[in-house]
């Protein structure tokens, strides 16, 4: 059996991040291969399975990239599979969320060309501090912090992120810089494993690259029913999600994002969920190779 773990040309950390995925599948006498998504040569039925993976450059290129994950869809099965990906690669996917129930955090969506005085905005929400972020976006690429002192300091960002697309405007929640970010992985519709992402000190970006430092952490029950439930709540078949959460002042947890396209599953964290994941890909591979 070959699977095909999909990445991007990206030269960091998006050609390491599956290193212990591919080694348990070859455990698993799989047969590995990381082609890059974008890469002409790549005879993509040649794997029974492409999973993607650490696509990490799509925002720039979403609708060349959709291409190509249904043309490709159409040679091998792929996962998460297309529908999924056009779903999850625009933030509105929030919106449906929220109508469904989930803890989203208060946002104010943007069109792509609106003309928006940002410190009206701010203050008719009755926020401190907020954040603007693109609607297509990656990594934290493209956040602007909106200073509640002086909300009209951002307007020059803000406007140069909505020449490009649509963006989200949500309250800034300061526990993230004391607490951090939480990421719960469900895999298979179950929990697996959790991360804590803490920035560094005088940073609110949680990425690793800016300095974050990450750690295992267990979740309680209440939380992995949380997470779960988002996951079931999209209505879409997802092999591997992340639910990214956050503390309000109120101490309730709130939904910053579900990833389910190109999610960084911290498997250098947990050989256990390594191993989950290893196990769900292979029960997908077909049992006899036509």
């Given amino acids: 059996m070959h699977v095909a773990l999909v990445r991007s040309r990206l030269p960091e950390r998006a050609g390491r991040a599956d290193d212990v995925l591919a080694a348990a599948l070859a455990d698993r006498d799989v047969e590995v291969s990381r082609p890059c998504w974008d890469d002409a040569d790549v005879d993509w039925a040649a794997p029974d399975l492409a999973v993607v993976r650490t696509t990490w450059d799509y925002a720039e290129r979403r609708e060349e990239f959709l291409a190509w994950a249904e043309r490709t869809a159409a040679q091998v099965a792929v996962v998460n599979p297309p529908d999924v990906l056009r779903w999850n690669t625009h933030k509105s996917y929030l919106m449906e969320l929220e109508e469904r129930g989930a803890p989203v955090v208060p946002t104010a969506w943007l069109g792509r060309g609106d003309r928006v005085a940002v410190a009206d905005l701010v203050a008719s929400r009755g926020w401190g501090d907020a954040l603007a972020k693109p609607a297509v976006g990656v990594g934290g690429r493209g956040l602007v912090r909106i200073s509640g002192a002086a909300p009209e300091a951002a307007q020059a960002e803000v406007d140069a992120l909505l020449e490009h697309g649509d963006v989200l405007l949500q309250p800034f929640l300061s ?21 804590r992402k803490r920035p560094q000190a005088g940073e609110y970006r949680v990425q690793e690259e800016r300095g974050a430092h990450h750690e295992l952490v267990d979740v309680d029950r209440e939380t992995a029913a949380l997470a779960e439930w988002v996951v079931e709540a999209t209505g879409q078949e997802l092999l591997f999600a992340r639910v990214d959460l956050l503390t309000d002042e109120l101490g309730a947890q709130q939904l910053v994002e579900l990833e389910a396209t190109e999610p960084d599953l911290y498997l250098v964290h947990s050989a256990a969920g390594t191993a989950r994941l290893a196990d769900a890909l292979c029960a997908r591979l077909p049992s006899v190779r036509p």
């Fill in 175 to 195: 526990a993230v810089e004391a607490d951090g970010e939480l990421s719960v992985v469900v895999i298979d519709g179950a929990v697996s494993h959790a991360v």
